[in-house]
């Protein structure tokens, strides 16, 4: 029995570590793509999964120019878009990844499918200054102060590099 627990321990340290990494059209969801790579030029394996979260339509989105099956159905080329050019890096290395996309709120959706998937990290841009987060919503605090049902959250810089998370340090 005691050769099963040495060689449990043995298969979890040579297990590629899950990395959930949501993107976005914009260009700091890419950090935690650069994290990934980083982490795998280190040695550590990884297999990531990007996951692009679309808020549901609403009437002040364009529903008045729109339907609500056109909006949905532009949304869903774009995260399938947006989805697959995040992929291409990874691919490109080496590292295996899945790309999700999901309907609802995106702090709920990230949680969801850290748990769902037994996602080891969260890898979310490290935040902006709570100055410039003043009229939009702060996703990458919400993650962090909501805890992700256990998951754990990394930060990272445009470099790739992990930085403490907010809720373990002092705020800036």
Known sequence: MGGSAGVH??????????????VT??????????????QQRNGEPVEVVLLFVCEAVTA???????TYV?????????GAKVLHDAAQPLLAA?????????EGDIVAQIGDVAE????????????HARIATLLARDVVREVIGRKAR???????????IGVPSPAQHPRS
């Open 9 to 22: 321990r043995a298969d979890e340290r040579d297990r590629a570590r899950r990395l959930l990494i949501p």
């Open 25 to 38: 059209p914009g260009e700091r969801s890419r950090w935690g793509i650069t994290y990934a790579l980083r």
């Open 60 to 66: 002040a989105d364009g529903l008045r120019f729109r």
């Open 70 to 78: 056109e909006m949905a159905r532009v949304q869903a080329e774009t």
């Open 94 to 102: 080496g590292v295996p990844c899945q790309e999700i996309y999901r």
């Open 116 to 127: 769902q998937l037994a996602c080891d990290a969260i890898v979310l841009p490290r935040p």
């Open 150 to 160: 256990g998951v754990p959250v990394v930060t990272t810089d445009s470099g790739g």
